[in-house]
């Protein structure tokens, strides 16, 4: 059974840095895997973050995102990884891990995936 486990969430303050990490375990790569990571505030819809393809040749940002957070993935470690820099308020959210396959450019799109984290919470301060 696949299974992904979400890992760095933590309190920062704005203008700060976390990594999230996401292992996946029985999760098949290849050039049609995706994974995706994304967040939800309460009282907000889940919203997409970002995601990268199996072979890492496709990555995939929400506008409010970019240029500030980094998706990657180590095949070798069957692990995914969100940089997130300079980080404000509005990005406090709980993060979810997805994994999917063949999604392209419906990434953004939570009902493409079909498996999910547990979440790992993100809370930065003013």
């Known amino acids: 059974q696949v299974q992904l486990v979400e890992s760095g969430g933590g309190s920062v303050q704005a203008g700060g840095s976390l990594k999230l990490s996401c292992v996946a375990s029985r999760v098949n790569y290849g050039a049609n895997n995706f994974m995706g990571w994304f967040r939800q505030a309460p009282g907000k819809q889940r919203e997409g973050v970002a995601a990268?393809?199996?072979?890492?040749?496709?990555?995939y940002y929400a506008d409010s995102v970019k240029g500030r957070f980094a998706i990657s993935q180590d095949n070798a470690k069957n692990t995914v990884y969100l940089l997130m820099n300079n980080l404000n308020p509005e990005d406090t959210a709980m993060y979810y891990c997805?994994?999917?396959?063949?999604?392209?450019?419906?990434?953004?799109?939570?009902?493409?995936?079909?498996?999910w984290g547990q979440g790992t919470q993100v809370t930065v301060s003013s």
């Open positions: 990268i393809s199996g072979n890492g040749g496709d990555t």
């Open positions: 997805a994994a999917g396959w063949s999604i392209g450019h419906r990434w953004s799109n939570a009902d493409t995936y079909k498996y």
